[in-house]
Nanobody, 123 residues
Framework: QVQLVESGGGLVQAGGSLRLSCAASGRTFSSNAMGWFRQAPGKEREFVSVISRRGGRTYYADSVKGRFTISRDNAKNTVYLQMNSLKPEDTAVYYC????????????????WGQGTQVTVSS
């Protein structure tokens, strides 16, 4: 079993920054790629970013490329999402997840999820 706990969400003005953290326990953390997704009210959960097991490869949704940075610290069993130049359209609940299958953009290929953290960006 895997437990994931996100933190770091909050209310920020447009143009501001937030850093999300996701602490993992219950499994060898470095065995899997880790992803971030988000879900806005009335919308489907969408891919934000993913990082490989050792952190050497990262991928981003076009909507966040150049503004968000994903990283991980395997010694601390934690993955991060640094979010800069935030926009109102970034408002959503952000989830971290453990990738357990091959399609990193597909939420169905993630086997474990955190409870989410709310990010609200005001204009």
């Amino acid at each position: 079993q895997v437990q994931l706990v996100e933190s770091g969400g909050g209310l920020v003005q447009a143009g501001g920054s937030l850093r999300l953290s996701c602490a993992a326990s219950g499994r060898t953390f470095s065995s899997n790629a880790m992803g971030w997704f988000r879900q806005a009210p009335g919308k489907e959960r969408e891919f934000v970013s993913v990082i490989s097991r050792r952190g050497g490869r990262t991928y981003y949704a076009d909507s966040v490329k150049g503004r968000f940075t994903i990283s991980r610290d395997n010694a601390k069993n934690t993955v991060y999402l640094q979010m800069n130049s935030l926009k109102p359209e970034d408002t959503a609940v952000y989830y971290c997840a453990v990738q357990t299958n091959s399609d990193y953009e597909d939420p169905g290929d993630y086997g474990y999820w955190g409870q989410g953290t709310q990010v609200t960006v005001s204009s």
